[in-house]
């Protein structure tokens, strides 16, 4: 958000004096604006339509070299000239004082520091999230905070024992060398209720997120390729389901709990946006602040949008499947693998730095609506259960594998130029042996091939896999094992404490060195890039028009903006249902054009009005989205 900011020297003049003791006395002060700052004025009031301008005022103590006094209020352009009403309601304590001088400093790689700053009125871009946090105590997780209070937690009730968890007992601890999770260590935001007989904690798990309508939606969302293009190529759901196999062989061999691995496999992409990575880029552009809807758009960073956050925001709280609470309570063990099966990027709550980080953080606490944060474990990049790290690694070989196929299907790479760029990689000779051997095999065939490069391009996708997983399980053995020496106690604290199934850096550099051939051959082919360009246009276009005019926006959606609101405490004006002019005043507040008088309340709608477009576009297939689009911009 556009912030603009003073810089006076305490004590130096009557007038610097007189500003400070107006601001202690909560009175305004008259800021003659100097000619050297008035552009910084005009652009901070540029297509302004609230009336006002936030103004930080910094107040530099010469006997210690130092910015000691932070003020935070807002200004007001006195009527026909450039003159500044401005009146103070916040003095930083030390702790925020500290957080906000993080806001103004920049990158070690640039060494200009906040005391260095020469001009007195400036114009700075903070993100909102964490200056609301700062100004009127506004925490990140607001909705979150509301829902635990709405629902108390229950994650250490305890059950007799039935048949299910004796099931569990027998499978997965037949001796102590196991580090498998178990059923009767499962816990869930809401809390185990009705233990079923014959289902363990992680098959309810899996069977909720199968029956689940994101779950569903994944089966015409893209891969690499767009969904129109075959039926033969992989979408979200088929490379899901490739995941679950090469997860579930992995976990089968070493004797971890197959049911919690398939479940965190099965939900692990159930974030993903229409139109594969790109849909995603788009809508994290936007909700970081870094694209212009409108002209009357005010970009800021309302927390960015990330597809295995939304995983977990989806199976935690916007999937509706049962009366008494939001979500489908999934276990934490399957939550955690879902936002752990690809990098994240934690938001550090002791240090608010997000200017130093170019938006690129996540705070969980916009996302596990309903929970304990604590429970995933975010001290650790890596999942603390095995079952966990190992849908980390079988998505990272169906991709390869798959993407490899796909692109021979496609004719934008050959079986014989695949050879060729492998060969060139000394590491990768015992894959090349393996392949040329397959091929050898196929070119043998007594039988008549209706069509022989059909039938290599599907030998090929298996001996890849293959390769990987079999020289990985040898591994994995070994690291468990000497985990098991290392720590001990695992039934009594069923966490795992460090990385265990990972790529070496053997594994991890043929890995590379794979996707390094794919990314030349089929993520640089112009059908590839055409897909993405179109994709990018269509997801900032539908964001733009639900931006631009919220009445466009389903029902559904609306009343979850409403309800949001309303659970949070404020009134909102119902946009299907209210009066013309009245709604047209609230939009304009989602939009951050207009202010109603009560600041925390303007954020708060703004922050759930975007986030909610994210939701529902995020939410829609490849088809529904280009329908979408067509119902919006392409005249009958």
């Not at 579930?248 to 992409?269: C, F, N, P, V, Y």
């Not at 690809?342 to 953080?361: F, M």
């Not at 070989?397 to 021979?408: F, K, L, N, S």
């Given at each position: 958000?556009?912030?603009?900011?003073?810089?006076?020297?305490?004590?130096?003049?009557?007038?610097?004096?007189?500003?400070e003791?107006?601001?202690k006395?909560?009175?305004?002060?008259?800021?003659?604006?100097?000619?050297?700052?008035?552009?910084?004025v005009?652009?901070?009031?540029?297509?302004?339509?609230?009336?006002?301008?936030?103004?930080?005022?910094?107040?530099?103590d010469?006997k210690?070299?130092?910015?000691?006094?932070?003020?935070i209020?807002?200004?007001?352009q006195?009527?026909?000239?450039?003159?500044?009403?401005?009146?103070?309601?916040?003095?930083?304590?030390?702790?925020?004082?500290?957080?906000?001088?993080?806001?103004?400093?920049?990158?070690?790689?640039?060494?200009?520091?906040?005391?260095?700053?020469?001009?007195?009125?400036?114009?700075?871009?903070l993100?909102?999230?964490?200056?609301?946090?700062?100004?009127y105590?506004?925490?990140?997780?607001?909705?979150n905070?509301?829902l635990?209070?709405?629902?108390?937690?229950?994650?250490?009730?305890?059950?007799?024992?039935?048949?299910?968890?004796?099931?569990?007992?027998?499978?997965?601890?037949?001796?102590?060398?196991?580090?498998a999770?178990?059923?009767?260590?499962?816990?869930?935001?809401?809390?185990?209720?009705?233990?079923?007989?014959?289902?363990?904690?992680?098959?309810?798990?899996?069977?909720?997120?199968?029956?689940?309508?994101?779950?569903?939606?994944?089966?015409d969302?893209?891969?690499v390729?767009?969904?129109?293009?075959?039926?033969?190529?992989?979408?979200?759901?088929?490379?899901?389901?490739?995941?679950s196999?090469?997860?579930?062989?992995?976990?089968?061999?070493?004797?971890?709990?197959?049911?919690?691995?398939?479940?965190i496999?099965?939900?692990?992409?159930?974030?993903?946006?229409?139109?594969?990575?790109?849909?995603?880029?788009?809508?994290?552009?936007?909700?970081?602040?870094?694209?212009?809807?409108?002209?009357?758009?005010?970009?800021?960073?309302?927390?960015?949008?990330?597809?295995?956050?939304?995983?977990?925001?989806?199976?935690?709280?916007?999937?509706?499947?049962?009366?008494?609470?939001?979500?489908?309570?999934?276990?934490y063990?399957?939550?955690?693998?879902?936002?752990?099966?690809?990098?994240?990027?934690?938001?550090?709550?002791?240090?608010?730095?997000?200017?130093?980080?170019?938006?690129?953080?996540?705070?969980?606490?916009?996302?596990?609506?309903?929970?304990?944060?604590?429970?995933?474990?975010?001290?650790?990049?890596f999942?603390?259960?095995?079952?966990?790290?190992?849908?980390?690694?079988?998505?990272?070989?169906?991709?390869?594998?798959?993407?490899?196929?796909?692109?021979?299907?496609?004719?934008?790479l050959?079986?014989?130029?695949?050879?060729?760029?492998?060969?060139?990689?000394?590491?990768?000779?015992?894959?090349?042996?393996?392949?040329?051997?397959?091929?050898d095999?196929?070119?043998?065939?007594?039988?008549?091939?209706?069509?022989?490069?059909?039938?290599?391009?599907?030998?090929?996708?298996?001996?890849?896999?293959?390769?990987?997983?079999d020289?990985?399980l040898?591994?994995f053995?070994?690291?468990?094992s000497?985990?098991?020496?290392?720590?001990?106690?695992?039934?009594?604290?069923?966490?795992?404490?460090?990385?265990?199934?990972?790529?070496?850096?053997?594994?991890?550099?043929?890995?590379?060195?794979?996707?390094?051939?794919?990314?030349?051959?089929?993520?640089?082919?112009?059908?590839?890039?055409?897909f993405?360009?179109?994709?990018a246009y269509?997801?900032?276009?539908?964001?733009?028009?639900?931006?631009?005019?919220?009445?466009?926006?389903?029902?559904?959606?609306?009343?979850?903006?409403?309800?949001?609101?309303?659970?949070?405490?404020?009134?909102?004006?119902?946009?299907?249902?209210?009066?013309?002019?009245?709604?047209?005043?609230?939009?304009?507040?989602?939009?951050?054009?207009?202010?109603?008088?009560?600041?925390?309340?303007?954020?708060?709608?703004?922050?759930i009005?975007?986030?909610?477009?994210?939701?529902?576009?995020?939410?829609?297939?490849?088809?529904?989205?280009?329908?979408?689009?067509?119902?919006?911009?392409?005249?009958?």
């Amino acid at each position: 958000m556009k912030v603009l900011t003073m810089k006076y020297v305490i004590g130096y003049s009557e007038a610097n004096i007189l500003m400070e003791a107006k601001f202690k006395n909560g009175e305004s002060f008259i800021y003659n604006t100097r000619d050297a700052e008035k552009e910084s004025v005009i652009k901070a009031f540029d297509d302004n339509r609230t009336g006002f301008v936030y103004i930080i005022a910094l107040g530099f103590d010469n006997k210690v070299k130092s910015i000691t006094n932070i003020w935070i209020g807002k200004a007001v352009q006195r009527e026909y000239t450039l003159k500044l009403d401005i009146k103070a309601f916040k003095l930083l304590d030390g702790e925020e004082n500290e957080c906000l001088r993080s806001l103004y400093e920049k990158p070690e790689r640039d060494s200009t520091k906040l005391e260095e700053i020469p001009s007195y009125l400036f114009i700075k871009e903070l993100p909102i999230v964490e200056f609301f946090h700062l100004a009127y105590k506004v925490p990140s997780g607001l909705i979150n905070e509301k829902l635990r209070k709405n629902y108390p937690c229950d994650i250490y009730s305890k059950h007799t024992e039935n048949t299910c968890y004796k099931y569990d007992a027998e499978q997965y601890s037949i001796n102590n060398q196991t580090l498998a999770q178990l059923s009767l260590y499962a816990k869930r935001p809401i809390g185990k209720k009705n233990p079923h007989e014959f289902r363990n904690e992680f098959q309810r798990d899996k069977e909720r997120i199968v029956h689940s309508k994101s779950f569903r939606r994944i089966v015409d969302k893209a891969q690499v390729y767009n969904t129109s293009k075959g039926d033969h190529y992989r979408k979200r759901l088929t490379h899901t389901l490739e995941v679950s196999q090469i997860a579930r062989t992995i976990a089968r061999q070493l004797k971890l709990h197959e049911d919690l691995t398939e479940a965190i496999a099965l939900g692990h992409d159930i974030g993903h946006t229409p139109f594969g990575h790109e849909g995603e880029r788009q809508l994290d552009l936007i909700l970081s602040g870094q694209i212009k809807l409108a002209e009357f758009h005010h970009p800021e960073n309302f927390g960015g949008f990330k597809h295995n956050y939304q995983g977990i925001r989806l199976a935690n709280y916007l999937e509706e499947k049962y009366v008494d609470y939001e979500g489908l309570d999934l276990t934490y063990q399957v939550l955690e693998g879902i936002l752990k099966h690809t990098k994240i990027k934690k938001h550090k709550k002791d240090e608010r730095n997000c200017s130093t980080c170019l938006n690129k953080c996540f705070d969980v606490s916009e996302f596990l609506m309903i929970g304990e944060s604590e429970l995933l474990y975010l001290d650790q990049d890596f999942c603390s259960t095995l079952e966990g790290q190992i849908v980390a690694v079988a998505d990272e070989i169906a991709q390869r594998g798959h993407d490899i196929d796909d692109g021979i299907a496609s004719g934008v790479l050959t079986i014989e130029e695949l050879v060729y760029e492998l060969k060139k990689i000394v590491e990768m000779e015992p894959l090349v042996k393996i392949i040329v051997k397959v091929l050898d095999r196929i070119n043998d065939a007594k039988r008549t091939l209706i069509d022989k490069k059909d039938l290599q391009r599907a030998e090929l996708t298996p001996v890849i896999l293959g390769f990987f997983i079999d020289r990985l399980l040898i591994k994995f053995n070994e690291r468990i094992s000497s985990y098991i020496e290392r720590y001990s106690g695992f039934k009594s604290d069923p966490v795992i404490k460090e990385e265990v199934i990972y790529f070496d850096a053997e594994e991890k550099f043929l890995i590379d060195e794979l996707e390094r051939i794919i990314n030349l051959r089929i993520i640089n082919s112009q059908e590839v890039n055409c897909f993405d360009g179109k994709s990018a246009y269509i997801v900032r276009k539908l964001f733009k028009a639900y931006y631009c005019n919220p009445r466009q926006l389903p029902d559904n959606v609306i009343n979850r903006i409403n309800r949001e609101i309303n659970l949070l405490g404020y009134s909102c004006i119902d946009i299907r249902k209210g009066d013309k002019n009245d709604v047209a005043n609230e939009m304009e507040i989602y939009q951050g054009i207009r202010s109603s008088g009560n600041d925390v309340s303007d954020y708060i709608k703004q922050k759930i009005f975007m986030r909610n477009i994210a939701d529902f576009i995020g939410g829609m297939t490849d088809e529904f989205a280009n329908e979408q689009f067509k119902k919006l911009y392409v005249p009958e």
